[in-house]
């Protein structure tokens, strides 16, 4: 049986992807990017995964495009790469518009869109030993899809540091700039990933977290008054919903609530 370059599982309401080409230091090919947009569309609609997690095998978390693909596409045409990039860009924007929670368990190295599929989680755990850069502009390439990620999640200033210099940082240092959030001791990740999951997966409303997470990326894009307004109407829309009327009468009434 064929190895697949990406597979899936479901533990506890948690889904996990995990990426599984360590021989290649997990780089991004055609197959695994599709791989990947096809489970997060399952997880997205099964009810029993609440928190998903995007993990990998070996020593490296992601090593960015395959340039050995890279290389065979020189020689397309400019439609067929565009279609190709087009790919990439929906497995980001998925990850970032997706309703449920993402984390990234970062393991090892996330190198250039290794570093931009950990920059479009919603939260990230990486081990100390862990290096993050967008190496592109190195080999004449350009960090095109996830500088727009990045730019929202970090800011211009930070943002230019990493993409133009190119240059690696440590776990400590992407922790400082705001590209991930926790750093753990490898022995002890996994676990400290699957509980901080399920923390959220039982003391949070899924819909409100979902909501949340939509109006965050919605709102950048519009004006004060504007945001202001869509704000206000999602506010008004989230008291009528199930999962408000559930946490508001239990809080009342001082009954426990698990969600």
């Not at 695994?32 to 997880?43: A, H, R, Y």
């Not at 960015?64 to 990439?88: F, I, K, P, V, W």
Request: charged share 25%; aromatic share 8%; hydrophobic share 40%.
């Amino acid at each position: 049986m064929m190895k697949q370059p990406v597979y899936s599982f479901v533990q506890e309401r948690i889904g996990y992807i995990v990426l599984n080409r360590p021989e290649k230091r997990n780089a991004l090919n055609e197959e695994m990017v599709e791989g990947m947009k096809s489970i997060l569309t399952d997880f997205a609609n099964n009810d029993n995964v609440k928190i998903i997690i995007i993990k990998a095998l070996g020593k490296v978390f992601c090593s960015g495009a395959d340039l050995e693909s890279l290389q065979d596409m020189q020689s397309n045409t400019y439609e067929e790469n565009l279609e190709d990039s087009r790919s990439l860009k929906d497995l980001f924007y998925q990850i970032y518009t997706c309703r449920k929670i993402i984390i990234g368990q970062v393991q090892g190295h996330a190198l250039a869109g290794g570093c931009g599929l950990a920059t479009v989680c919603d939260f990230v755990f990486s081990v100390p030993h862990a290096k993050f850069g967008y190496t592109e502009v190195k080999i004449g390439f350009i960090p095109a899809i996830v500088k727009v990620f990045l730019l929202r999640k970090i800011g211009e200033g930070k943002a230019k540091q990493l993409l133009l210099d190119a240059d690696l940082v440590s776990a400590e240092e992407a922790k400082d700039l705001g590209l991930i959030n926790w750093i753990v001791e490898e022995s002890n990740l996994g676990k400290k990933v699957f509980d901080y999951a399920q923390k959220l997966a039982t003391q949070n409303s899924g819909t409100a977290m979902g909501l949340t997470k939509e109006m965050i990326g919605r709102v950048q894009e519009k004006s004060l008054e504007d945001g202001l307004d869509y704000a206000a109407s999602m506010n008004a829309k989230a008291r009528s919903s199930q999962d408000c009327k559930k946490g508001i009468a239990a809080f009342l009434n001082k009954e426990p609530l698990s969600w």
